[in-house]
């Protein structure tokens, strides 16, 4: 077991490292070359790189999950949340470049003689792996809460779902009766249809005059049926077997799961158990050899401290004529002193220097020096995702190379080293004290200097405004001050606004890949996304951001996701997905549910402020509010006013404001009507539009499959998939999920070793809904070129404008778009 990671994975994770630094390599190089401007060549470019990161993205994810080297893993760790975030820069940029959130890779991928699968974004395992208990602690919490409130039954903590009413005794027995009665009607039924048919064939009998048979017909009569039966049997089983040689369909042990993958789950248990040992163990190496450290050569560490300071003294005095002024603790101490500077440290500060130099010199020209300083500025970020310190190079190689550690066990010698720093600090720091008191005495006694205390910073001016923002701050802080996280999770666990999310993975979210994409773009037509673009989308800006506090605190900032699209396409699904992967609370602010909660104005903002705290103290966490566009609604339908649909409106864009870049909570807004919401605050609130599509016929295939197989359904051959994924064309997953539902009862699950299943059972269902039609998902496409022109923040009035009132032209739905209305959304 251990063996096999030390060769294995250490195999992938050197290949990982050697891929990066070949593409870390190429990335430099293209940026140094002349910019190009062929739009068509800088995507291929940024689509490569995309591809070849997320190939390496998958091995690192591999690696990382099975690798059991404590400190081999902090370096894969930091490696993997590098490549993540690099890719959702080149996410960002691809989006800036195409003005879409959506990209085909079909082209890129037949070049590198890649499948689909190999770019679908891996969801980190580590996600979930490192907080498991506290992740089923505050499961178990909830779950309680939910009990005691009555919310969910205690033998199953399901829902409670209807409460059950009780039956009349009077009307109990009816209804027995009823049953009964009809029972032995059906029993005398049959016992008459047999007494008709004997008496029908006697009747026959004696009309046609047959004669009674001999023994001899009777036996070949047998013999007939019985060879045409056993070579009925014979040939079906030949059928199979030739089916199976040509390989149309699986041979019967694939059906099983194999010994091998049962072997390899295993061991994968077992190397998750050594994970956690190794980890431990690393752990309390990491205090005790600090300790030690501290005791054996922490005395010395001191001395030699105090003296290199002493001759700073005193080497001072002798070229100045006085005594230095301590460095103060916020300048870092005596450290400030020692620091050694790389060089390319020293140069970034000659730079520095240069540029404030300038700075003053040239003040009007600010505005065009402030682009591009947030271009270079940009452009450090990016390399600094990735980018690793020569101590972190040798570190890989020292470990790549090593054959003696059989056991993979931490290396104590790379420990000492660490905590070697990691005590020099401390020391450093009880030393200044020292010498501070040192130096103070030293010039009473020879300069007999008095100190003065300077003046720190001035302080800035609060305007009133800003002044009432933080005393309302104050107030909330004040009210919650007195309750703990614990009393503020039960109140909303009992005011149904924190709830449990749905077990459900994002590889549930079943979806084929579109293999036209770039042929269609490259054509000028631009393609309906497939559903596994989708889940990439929600992979790169909900997911990985959750899931890791430095992608989310390096890699472009998403607050807040909308996920558009008709119903029943998952767009739920999606964020309990989004929970489950990341292990995320999930609040619900829709506006349905919290009308009539925490009521007024004084009661909205507390909600907001306890539904915050919480989910930031707990984060991840996810908010989501269903139906978004009530929130943004031009005009309160009149049987709407009771839920006051618009009560976030105003407070939403606050709260962006509030969430900082280490707060990873994330609003996801769910709409199937999001042209009814009022353009200008609906697209500054969700600045990321999902575009969640109905199901092509690809996707349609596989989902009919997945939801029958889920249903406890069987295949056979006169299932015929293929018709039922055509004939849906138009439906959505929901339909397709409720019409498997309808058919598949209890009772018919038990009927299907004698009547498999046909096709044309689902039909029936099917056809009594709604498919979306053709003019609707037209109006969906409207939402694309939302998602494009909030996403690159460009302004696309005309064409908008042209589209829109074509379509609610042949909608005939009566609203003003005018242009003047459109540009600000814009
Ligand atoms: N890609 C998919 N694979 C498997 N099941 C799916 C998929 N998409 C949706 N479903 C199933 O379809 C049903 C409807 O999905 P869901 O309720 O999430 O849709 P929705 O878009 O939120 O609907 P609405 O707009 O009505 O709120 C659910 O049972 C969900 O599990």
Known sequence: VSNAPL????????????????????EIEEKSHKPLKDRQVVFQMLGTFYVKYVQIFRNLE???????????????????????????????????????????????????????????????????????KVLKEREKILAQIMLDAGMI??????????????????????????????????????????????????RLARLTGEKALDIDGAVLFIQKLWRGYAQWKKSLKLREEEMVFLGMIPPPHFQKPSISILRAQKVDNIRCELQEKHELDFQKALVSIKERVKEIEGPDIKESLQDQ???????????????????????????????????????????????????KKKKKKGKKEKKEKGKKKKQGKEKKMLMHNSFQILLIQLMLDEGWNFSQEYDPELIKEEKRKEVEEEIRIQVDELMRQELKNLKLAVDREIERKGQKGKKGKVSRHDLHFYLQIWVLNYVSLY????????????????????????????GEYSYLGSTLRQKDIEPMPSLTDVRQLIALYGILPLGSQAVHEKAPLVKALLLAGPEGVGKKMLIHALCTETGANLFNLSAANIAGKYPGKAGLQMMLHIVFKVAKQLQPSVIWIGDAEKTFYKKVPKAEKELEPRRLKKQLPKILK?????????????????????????????????????????????????????????????????????????????????????VLTERRLMQLNKKPLTAAEFLVCLARQDPVYKEEEETYKVVLAWAKSVGARKCFVDELVIQLSHIYKELNIPLKMTKHALKPAI
């Not at 999902?690 to 056979?716: C, M, T």
């Open 7 to 26: 060769i294995t994975y250490n195999k992938m994770w050197a290949e990982a490292q050697e891929s990066l630094n070949c593409l870390l390599q190429k």
């Open 62 to 132: 591999a690696a990382y999950d099975q690798i059991v080297h404590p400190q081999k893993r902090l370096i894969i760790r930091q490696m993997l949340d590098g490549v993540m975030g690099r890719i959702l820069e080149l996410k960002n940029e691809m989006v800036e470049l195409e003005l879409s959130e959506y990209h085909y890779f079909d082209d890129i991928l037949q070049d590198l003689k890649l499948a689909p699968e190999n770019i679908e974004i891996p969801i980190p395992r580590y996600f979930i792996k490192e907080k498991i």
């Open 153 to 202: 039954s205690p033998d199953t903590s399901y829902p409670l779902k209807k409460v059950v009413k009780l039956m009349p005794l009077e009307e109990a027995i009816r209804t027995i009766q009823i049953a009964e009665r009809a029972r032995q009607g059906r029993l005398r039924a049959t016992f008459m249809k047999q007494i008709y048919l004997e008496e029908k064939r006697e």
């Open 309 to 359: 300071i002493r001759q700073w003294f005193i080497e001072c005095r002798h070229m100045t004529g006085r005594f230095p002024d301590y460095p103060d603790e916020e300048q870092g101490g005596s450290a400030v002193l020692f620091a050694e500077k790389t060089p390319e440290e020293v140069a970034a500060e000659i730079i520095a220097k240069e540029e404030e130099e300038l700075k």
């Open 483 to 510: 309750r703990t996280i614990d009393s503020l999770y039960q109140e909303l666990v009992e005011a149904q606004i924190l709830i449990r999310a749905k077990k459900v993975k994002l590889g549930d979210y079943v």
């Open 658 to 742: 509030t969430l900082k870049i280490e707060d990873r909570v994330l609003i996801v807004g769910t709409s199937k009507r999001p042209f009814d919401a009022d353009l200008k605050p609906f697209c500054r609130v969700y600045k990321k539009i999902i575009l969640v599509p109905r199901p092509d016929y690809a996707s349609r295939f596989v989902l009919w499959k997945h939801v029958i197989e889920q249903n406890g359904g069987v295949f056979s051959k006169n299932l015929n998939i293929s018709c039922l994924a055509q004939v849906s064309d138009g439906y959505t997953q929901g339909h397709i999920v409720k019409a498997v539902q309808s």
